[in-house]
Each structure stands twice: as C-alpha cells, then as structure tokens.
C-alpha cells in the first residue's frame, strides 16, 4: 500500500509517499515561513496563496524523489483539518482533483492524528534522517505538541484513543512565537527561543504554571471504567489531576517581567521592548519561559504516565523537535523515548501518508471525492 499523503492546514506546503505506514521514499515541504516572518505570524491569505503556487511542485517533486509515477501511488491522504480555512482548502480540492482524474481511493486524515503517526516512520532512503528503529506499541501515551496544539491522548490502538486533556487557551508553540516577538526574536519562535536560551539562566525569573481543575467527560469515563486511582504523585503536584493546559497567563508574565525587567510597568508597548532589552536579560528570559513552558508539558506527560502505564510514549507536532523537551522528557521519564526527525515533527505530509496507510488497512471508509469538504475546527 503506497499512499501520497498532501498538507497544507498551515503555511507549509507539503507532499509524501510512504509506503505500508513505515517506509518513507520522500518528503518535500515548501514553506511560505519567510514571507510570514516580517509578520512574527502566519498571515491567513499570503499562506493561500503560497499554497496555490506550490501545490502541483511540490506532488510531482514528491513523486520525482521517490522515483515514482501515478502508476505506483495506491491512495491519496489529504488533511482536511484543523487548520486555515483558505490553506485547507487548496490541498482538500487538489487531493479531490487528483483522485478523481487519477482514478484512487481518497482519504480525510485529521491533522493533529496526523502528527502522531510521524513517529510510526521507521525507514527511509533519504538522507538527513534519523527515524526511530522500531514503531511505538499500544498503549500508547502521546503528546502533541505544535503551534496550534497542546493535548495529551491515549491510544489503546490505532483509531482508538482518549483525549486526557488539552489547552484551554493559547497553544505552547503559540506561546514560544508569542515570547519571540516579545524579546524580539526571529519567527518560528520555538527554534529561536530555544537557542537564545542556551546563552541564559532558566532561573532568573520566577514564572507561573496554570493549575487546571477541569478533566473532561471521557476522561473521568476512563478513569472509571478502568477503575484507576488517582496517580501517586507528590503533594505539590497533586492538583495535576486534570491533564488540561493554559499558556495564556505564562505568556502575560513573561510580557510584565520583560517590561519590569526595563524598568517599565505595564503600559509600555511590547513592540518597544526588544530594542531596551540587554542580550542577557532576552537569554534569561527566553531560558525562563522556555523552562516552565516545556515543564508544564512535561509535569502533566509525568503524571499520565503514572496513571496510565502506556508501553510507550510518543511526542508530537512542531515543538516536539524542541532539544529542550527532549533532555525534560528523558531525565523524567522511567522509560526512553525514541525520537523521530525533527523535520518529521513540524508539518510535513509523511506524517499524513503515514496515517493513510493505517486508515486503508484498516478498511475504514474512504472519502466522496466529489464532496469533502474542509473542517477548520475539527478536534481530535
Ligand atoms: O506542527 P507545526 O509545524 O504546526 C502546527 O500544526 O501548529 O508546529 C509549529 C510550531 C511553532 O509554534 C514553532 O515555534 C514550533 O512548532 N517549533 C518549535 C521548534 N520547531 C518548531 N518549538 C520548539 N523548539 C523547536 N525546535
Ligand atoms: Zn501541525
């Protein structure tokens, strides 16, 4: 089963062939990231219409790298969401177009499920990568970590999973972008922060982790049918019940230490920071959010993995290429963590194929050609 996988829910413009959901023969990506960047942040319409220009370069170069004609593509995956209306959109009605005229079985692949499935790639011929020796085992805990995302889920299988918990506000690569525009740091911010920080102190400054109360319906029903206690943790970390996350307030904190770090209260524009920060104060503070942001993924990652004892567990999505959260996770974890590339976390459309070939295999439905439509919101 050779599946084309096609993404485009964000400004990357991205094409794969993967083959039975572990063999990788290319993956070309083509990012709009540059003209954003004099933005700090993706621009909606000038992602559209990268995408529009991009779209058929980046399939035929897809199929060119894996020495591949139509003849040899099985299936198309396409994400049809979550993501950018607009940039949904172009790849939904380009995978619609080809497997209509190309005569193969479409499949609707959820974004954020996609994510997950970078990290069942264990071979590939293309130079560069570094892909796990073998796939994760069920069950299996992961969390997804990206620009739009923040969640914890639980697979027992494929297709079958419970979502713990999520972010109830900002995402944590929104909030790295977030500090990087704040201390006047290039976008993506998770890439930059995360340098900057290597010259810093993560303990200058002291910055808050949201306590979440809320746990969700499935949540509580898994606990229930499982008939699982409450994790044993240590008392200070107890409120950690509920596997939700918020960066919102973190993101605020790090605005009123940077302003009082300049000795300016709140009123100073954000804008006017970067250039009356001194390079350490932006290092100390890029190390301290960078701290607390990944720990309190970290800390919730922790207490699943003592409530649930997956077998495995997996990270996810643009910020699980962060070094950052890789040294956190394999200090904290009782057992290691085989890491994907991380030009397989970001966006890319292996991850998409990936899931394609699980979706086909598993005979589950393909999709109308002729009908789907994109879901901007979807959820997991
Ligand atoms: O998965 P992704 O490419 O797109 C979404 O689905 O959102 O994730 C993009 C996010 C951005 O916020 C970016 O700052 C972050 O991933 N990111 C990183 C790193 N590389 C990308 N965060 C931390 N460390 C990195 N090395
Ligand atoms: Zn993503």
Known sequence: MIVLGIETSCDETAAAIVEDGYKLHSNVVASSMDLHAVYGGVVPEIAARSHIEAIMPVIHQALDDAAMT???????????????????????????????TKRK???????????????????????????????????????????????????????????????????????????????????????????????????TYSLPKAQMKHTSPALVALRQENDIKLPQVSPGTRHAVSYDF?????????????????????????????????????????????????????????????????KT????GGVAASPELRRQLAERLPIPIAYTDPKLCTDNGAMIATLGCFTAQAHRPAADPYTLDIAPNLSM
């Open 313 to 316: 567990v997996v990270i996810a």
């Open 246 to 310: 918020s960066f919102s307030g973190l993101k605020t904190a790090v605005l009123r230490a940077a302003q009082a770090a300049v000795g300016a209260d709140f009123t100073l524009p954000s804008y006017e920071l970067p250039q009356r920060l001194s390079e350490a104060q932006k290092a100390n503070i890029a190390a301290s959010f960078q701290r607390v942001a990944i720990e309190t993924v970290v800390d919730k990652a922790i207490l699943a993995f003592e409530e649930f004892t997956p």
């Open 70 to 100: 139509w003849n040899n593509i099985d299936a198309i995956a396409v994400t049809y969401g979550a993501g950018l209306g607009g940039s949904l959109l172009i790849g939904v009605l380009s995978a619609r177009t080809l497997a209509i």
């Open 105 to 203: 079985p479409l499949y609707a692949i959820n974004h954020v499920e996609g994510h997950v499935y970078a990290n069942f790639i264990t071979e590939t011929a293309l130079p560069g990568y570094t892909v796990p020796k073998t796939q994760p085992e069920f069950p299996m805990l992961a969390l997804i970590v990206s620009g739009g995302h923040s969640q914890l889920a639980l697979f027992r299988n494929h297709f079958d999973y419970t979502l713990l918990g999520q972010t109830q506000d900002d995402a944590i690569g929104e909030a790295f972008d977030k500090v990087a525009k704040i201390v006047g740091l290039p976008y993506p911010g998770g890439p930059s922060v995360g340098k900057k920080a290597l010259e810093g102190d993560a303990y």
